[in-house]
């Protein structure tokens, strides 16, 4: 069900040192793939960084230690020059760019892997670090790899009735 699915997925910060299998990674990308987006217009990009000294770009770019030892990092990029835009001028693509990230959480946890979703990076460092071209914004970085412990910490969300306002 996919309740429990949403239930099981949390924020990894600890990852095992242990390979990510090529199938394995493909059938994320494939949850992102599949994924909806604004007009159907498909801005995202994504760039798979399994080797070390590319990761250590990825790494200085959020030096924290525990992301360091992720074997596999995403990173989640947005073309502007394909994303829709909104008469108003709101430009879609971070919307696309979240529903991405989630399917891809999802797919991870379903696979038994796991993810945290980090957005405060420099972006500019990692653009420039990977010659990404002017059009091209790195809006996240996910960080991919097997759980070093099966417990699944207990998660502080608010009500439904703090979340919601129903309007009958």
Not at 6 to 14: D, E, F, G, I
Not at 48 to 62: A, G, P
Not at 80 to 102: C, F, L, M, P
Not at 138 to 163: H, W
Request: net charge negative.
């Amino acid at each position: 069900m996919f309740l429990d699915l949403a239930k099981k997925r949390y924020s990894l910060r600890t990852y095992q040192d242990k390979e990510v299998e090529r199938d394995k990674i493909l059938a994320i990308l494939e949850a992102a793939r599949l994924s909806p987006s604004a007009v159907n217009k498909q801005p995202l990009h994504y760039l798979v960084v399994t080797n070390k000294e590319q990761r250590q770009k990825l790494v200085d770019s959020y030096p924290r230690d525990w992301f360091k030892d992720a074997p596999v990092i995403i990173v989640v990029c947005l073309d502007h020059s394909k994303s829709w835009v909104r008469r108003d001028g709101k430009d879609h693509g971070d919307i696309d760019g979240g529903i991405a990230i989630a399917n891809m959480t999802l797919a991870a946890t379903d696979l038994g892997l796991g993810t945290c979703i980090v957005c405060h990076f420099d972006s500019k460092k990692v653009e420039q670090d990977f010659n990404l071209p002017s059009h091209m914004e790195a809006i996240a970085l996910l960080p991919v790899g097997y759980p070093t412990t099966d417990d699944i910490p207990e998660k502080k969300r608010n009500s439904i009735d703090e979340l919601t306002t129903w309007i009958e």
